[in-house]
């Protein structure tokens, strides 16, 4: 069975840490990962996109990684700051057309 | 449009009664999705169209959901006689490749069932 597993389900640190979010996937075989970034009572935001034949991608801040050999994905948000406080979700297309989501990691960043 | 567009953003009905919630893609997006989120749960796949293909329907939890795309565009899904079980938000997301596009999700639409 397909399925996304990520760690920790919840996180909280002081403003200004170096963080990582772990990402976990059954099956090596992917199209592509993606983060999201989900603020409550809202939609799904876009962070990072990283094809299969891709290592890592790296937008400001944010830098996620992809190993499909050993079927993981970290996403690094340096500097943490308050405005970063959301739930991070890891999304994987296996060779089908529909993402499938972990559950999350809700992120809590207090200055 | 600007990014996808779902309406309403709230929905509240009475058990028993049937539900449309829309979802209006990026302009020029063949691949369109609608994913549920029930209270402290994950993203759960419903259903997903790509161009004029016959549409994967394989996460519809029940005969009672259904949805279709029109034109290519516009899409609605319906829930029939709606149950409690139904409550969620539903969020559609539209991407502009098959396979190996970024998906753009929508605001969502809250459902509560009473």
């Known amino acids: 069975k397909q399925e996304v597993t990520q760690i920790p389900a919840a996180l909280s640190v002081p403003e200004g840490e170096n963080l990582v979010l772990n990402c976990s996937f059954t099956?090596?075989?992917?199209?592509?990962l993606q983060w999201f970034r989900q603020d409550p009572g809202k939609g799904l935001t876009s962070l990072l996109l990283i094809q299969s034949s891709q290592r890592e991608q790296t937008s400001g801040r944010l830098n996620a990684s992809l190993d499909k050999s050993s079927g993981r994905s970290t996403l690094y948000i340096a500097a943490s700051q308050p405005g970063d406080s959301a739930t991070y979700l890891c999304?994987?297309?296996?060779?089908?057309?529909?993402?499938?989501f972990g559950t999350g990691t809700r992120l809590q960043v207090f200055p | 449009g600007a990014g996808v567009s779902q309406s309403p953003s709230n929905k509240v009905t009475e058990k028993g009664k049937d539900v449309e919630l829309r979802c209006d893609p990026i302009s020029g997006h063949t691949a369109l999705y609608w994913y549920r989120q029930s209270l402290g749960q994950g993203l759960e796949f419903l259903i997903y169209?790509?161009?004029?293909?016959?549409?994967?329907k394989s996460g519809l939890p029940s005969d009672r959901f259904s949805a279709e795309r029109t034109g290519g565009s516009v899409s609605t899904l319906t829930i029939q006689r709606t149950q409690q079980e139904d409550s969620a938000v539903y969020l559609c997301?539209?991407?502009?490749?098959?396979?190996?596009?970024?998906?753009?999700f929508g605001e969502g639409s809250r459902l509560t069932v009473l």
């Open positions: 169209f790509q161009g004029n293909s016959a549409p994967d």
């Open positions: 099956d090596s075989a992917i199209y592509n």
């Open positions: 997301a539209s991407s502009l490749k098959r396979g190996t596009g970024e998906l753009f």
């Open positions: 999304a994987v297309r296996f060779n089908t057309d529909k993402l499938i």
